[in-house]
C-alpha cells in the first residue's frame, strides 16, 4: 500500500548515503493448499497507512444493462480517474475475497522514480476491486487486471499483487511505464504447490521462465522495454524483473525484506535464514521466492504469522530504551531522526500501529464457495486485533465494520475501528500489562470462533442441499452475530482496562489497588541519567543505641584445696 506516502526507516547509524523507501508499506503472505493443515489456500494482508479507515467493503453481485459504466475511484486519494465499461454481470464482493472464494492483496513497490505518473484510469486499488467484481479464478484475475491495464491504462506506480483461489495461489507484479505513457510491463508466477510466500514493498520476482505458461504468464515487451530504456543488456533467460525495475538497496532489504525474512524465520527455522537478510548490512543476501514451511499451517499460524515485532532477534524493538519501562514494541513517526549529527531509523514490523484493516483469507475447494471461502477479517494492528469469519456468501456485513459508519476523521462509538483503536492505544501505554488482558480477551474469541467453524459449516452445508440461498442467509446472520460480538466484547474490554489501570494504578483480582514499581532495569536508567539530582538527600534515621550489656564477670579459676599439713610426730 502506498497511501500519502511516509518514510520507513529502522534503529542502526545511518551513512549520508543509505536512503530509505517512501511506502507506507502494507505485508501479505501466500500459503499453497499442500502447505495447510485442512488443504486451504490462505493469503494474509495488512493494510498499513496513517489515512486509512478500516472498514469491510461490501459490493453486491450485479446485472448491468448493456452500456453501462463503472466509475474509478482512486482508493488512496478519493480521486475520481474516469469511466470503464461494465460487463453484463459482476460477483458479490466481502472485502478482498469474492463468492468464488477467490481473494486478492497487495503491496506497494513503487520502483524506478523515471517509471512514476503513468497515463492511465486504472490505479492499483480500483484493479484490485475491479479484479474481484469480474473473475472467478485466480489466473482469470490475472487475465482482467492485465487487459485492464492494457486498455484503459495503469494509475499507479510498481505494485506486487498476491492472488489466490481454492486451487492456486500467484504473485504478479507491475509497473507503469512512466510520465505520458500507457500501460504496464509485468510478470506473474504460480507458487508450487506445497510452498509459502510474502511480500512487504520490495519487488521480488527475479528471474523467471520464458517459455512455461502453466507456471509464468508475462507481458511481451516485459524485457524489450527494459532493452529500449537501457537498463538491460544481457541474455533474456537471465533477466531479473525485481533488479531492473525495483533493484534491492539498504532500505529495501531492512523496512521490506525484513518483513519477509521474519515470516520466512518463523515458518521454516530449518532454513536458519540469518539476520543478515534482513539487516541491510549485505544486499547481495538475497532471500527465496517461497520456502517450504518446516510444518504445515493452520488458520491459527497464519494469523500468529502476521503478529510479529522481530520478537527474540536483533531487531526486537521491545529490548532497547525506546520501548519504555513496559517494552512497547512500537515507534512513533518520524521514523527517522538525527541526534549529535548522526542518523538512526527505527525498524518496521508487520505489526504496527497504522494499520486500516487486516485478513486471513481461507480458501477450501473441498466446499461449496459461500461456504468454503472464510475472511477472518480485524481492523487496526494486528496484534491486538481480533479476526471475525466473515464468509464468502454473505449478503450483508455487521454495522460495527460497515463502510460509513465512521471516518478517519470522525470518531464513533459504532465503529470498530474506533473502539479497536481505543483499547490498543490504552495497550502502547502500559504494554508488558495490558497485553496479558488483551491477548487473554482475543483468545477466547478467536478461540471460540475456531472450534465452532466446524459444526457452524457442517449446518450450512445441510442448509445448502435444500438451497444454496438458506445456507447464504444462515451464514450472514452467522456472521453478523459474530461481529456484533466482537465489538461489544472490546468495548467492554477498553472500559475494563481504564477501570483496572487508572492513572497508574493497577486493581488486582479482587479490586484491591496496588502500585507496582517499574522495573529494575528502568530505575537503573533513570538513576543512570539524573541520579545525581534524584537522589534522595534525606539523613537516615539514626538507629536506636541497643542498652549496653553488663560488663562480664571475668572468669575465676577454682581455688584448688589446701594440701594437709603432715602430722610431726613429738620427740621422743
Known sequence: MNRLSTTLLTALPLTAVLVAPTADA?????????????????????????????EL???PARRHAAGAMRDVIDWDTGNFLGRIKQPPATYSVVGNMNEHQLSISESTFTGRKELEGPAGLIDYGSLIYIALERSKTAREAIQVMTDLVAEYGYASTGETFSIADPKEAWLLEMIGKGTGQKGAVWVARKLPDGVISAHANQSRIRQFPLNDSSSTLYSPDVISFARAKGWYTGAD????????????????QRFSEGRVWSIFRRAAPSLKLGIEYADGSDVTKRLPL????????????????MRDHFEGTPLDMSKDVGAGP????????????????????????????????????????????????????????????????????????????????????????????????????QAYGRWSDMIVDVQKAQGELEGQFLADQANVES???????????????????YSLQQGDKVHARWRKLGEQLLVKYIDGNVRDAQGKVNHPRYPDAWYRRIAADNGT???????????PQAPAAPAPVPAVAPTAPAAPKPTVAPAP
Not at 493443515?37 to 496513517?50: K, L, N, P, R
Not at 533467460?237 to 529495501?252: E, I, M, Q
Not at 449446518?459 to 445448502?464: D, E, G, K, S
Open 26 to 54: 502494507c505485508t501479505s503472505m501466500l500459503v499453497t493448499k499442500g502447505a495447510t493443515t485442512d488443504g486451504s489456500t490462505f493469503i494474509t494482508y495488512s493494510a498499513d497507512s496513517h489515512e486509512l479507515y478500516g
Open 57 to 59: 467493503y461490501h459490493t
Open 237 to 252: 533467460k537471465d533477466f531479473s524483473f525485481a533488479d531492473t525495475y525495483h533493484p534491492l538497496d539498504f532500505g529495501g
Open 290 to 305: 517461497w520456502v517450504k514451511p518446516d510444518k504445515k499451517v493452520s488458520v491459527q499460524d497464519a494469523m500468529a504469522l
Open 326 to 425: 513496559y517494552a512497547v514494541p512500537y515507534r512513533w513517526r518520524p521514523m527517522t531522526w538525527d541526534v549529535d549529527g548522526k542518523s538512526y531509523v527505527h525498524e518496521r514490523a508487520i505489526s504496527t500501529q497504522q494499520t486500516g484493516f487486516s485478513f486471513v483469507a481461507q480458501m477450501r475447494s473441498t466446499l461449496p464457495d459461500a461456504i468454503g471461502g472464510v475472511l477472518w477479517f480485524g481492523v487496526d494492528d494486528t496484534f491486538t486485533t481480533v479476526y471475525t469469519p466473515m464468509y464468502a456468501g454473505i449478503r450483508q456485513v455487521p454495522k460495527n465494520f460497515s463502510q460509513g459508519v465512521a471516518s478517519r476523521g470522525d470518531f464513533s462509538w459504532d465503529s470498530s475501528f474506533w473502539v479497536f483503536n481505543w483499547v490498543s492505544n
Open 459 to 477: 449446518i450450512a452445508q445441510v442448509l445448502y442441499k435444500r438451497t444454496p440461498e438458506q445456507a447464504r442467509q444462515y451464514l450472514t446472520e
Open 533 to 543: 539530582m534524584l537522589q534522595s538527600r534525606e539523613k537516615p534515621e539514626p538507629k
